[in-house]
T-cell receptor, first 114, second 110 residues
Framework: NAGVTQTPKFQVLKTGQSMTLQCAQD?????MYWYRQDPGMGLRLIYY???????DKGEVPNGYNVSRLNKREFSLRLESAAPSQTSVYFC?????????????FGEGSRLTVL | KQEVTQIPAALSVPEGENLVLNCSFT??????LQWFRQDPGKGLTSLLL?????REQTSGRLNASLDKSSGRSTLYIAASQPGDSATYLC?????????FGAGTTVTVRA
């Protein structure tokens, strides 16, 4: 079972470059999420998509855009990368609450912005 | 805004000792609470999910309790093993979003 798949796993960018992180899930979940994880700060929600065709801002959306391409895929785009966006990015999916709401994560994408 | 706190930030115990990990949250209007395990350089693996109507969940050596009124959850790991060494995170669900604590890093010494 693939679960949640993220690409790329590692990326190094220069300040000002753009890139897109890809995420796909094969569990037929309606909801998908992008989080970032920084040392000592836990995970913070960047954007989420409650269902296909909808996206909403989370806690730290500035500098990011998202696209819910279809039910399976949810991408995160950095238009002009900044060193403050150096982080580990996690994609996740779930059935929406008040259903189970159990969250399943990908392996993460480590991004370094120089 | 939901605030989730995990204390202690780090814990080191000898093999065989029981582990007690704490999680507290400020807004008791939650749908559920989930405990995760994270190994270094890896993603998060779900351990236990407790719905808001439940008081506890058990899986093998793991038991998690939930007290919504006091805004607390506790994860118990019985008879710890070196393979239990990892970071444990709790997350509480409000609406469509989960809010995470910073985690407790556990080291089990052989």
């Amino acid at each position: 079972n693939a679960g949640v798949t993220q690409t790329p796993k590692f990326q190094v960018l220069k300040t000002g470059q753009s890139m897109t992180l890809q995420c796909a899930q094969d569990m037929n979940h309606n909801s998908m999420y992008w989080y970032r994880q920084d040392p000592g700060m836990g995970l913070r929600l960047i954007y989420y998509s409650a269902s296909e065709g909808t996206t909403d801002k989370g806690e730290v959306p500035n500098g990011y855009n998202v696209s819910r391409l279809n039910k399976r895929e949810f991408s995160l785009r950095l238009e002009s990368a900044a060193p403050s966006q150096t982080s580990v990015y996690f994609c996740a999916s779930s059935e929406p609450q008040p259903n189970t709401g159990e969250l399943f994560f990908g392996e993460g994408s480590r991004l370094t912005v120089l | 805004k939901q605030e989730v706190t995990q204390i202690p930030a780090a814990l080191s115990v000898p093999e065989g000792e029981n582990l007690v990990l704490n999680c507290s949250f400020t807004d008791s209007a939650i749908y559920n609470l989930q405990w995760f395990r994270q190994d270094p350089g890896k993603g998060l693996t779900s351990l236990l999910l407790i719905q808001s109507s439940q008081r506890e969940q058990t899986s093998g050596r793991l038991n998690a309790s939930l007290d919504k009124s006091s805004g607390r959850s506790t994860l118990y790991i019985a008879a710890s093993q070196p393979g239990d060494s990892a970071t444990y995170l709790c997350a509480v669900g409000n609406d469509y979003k989960l809010s995470f604590g910073a985690g407790t890093t556990v080291t089990v010494r052989a």
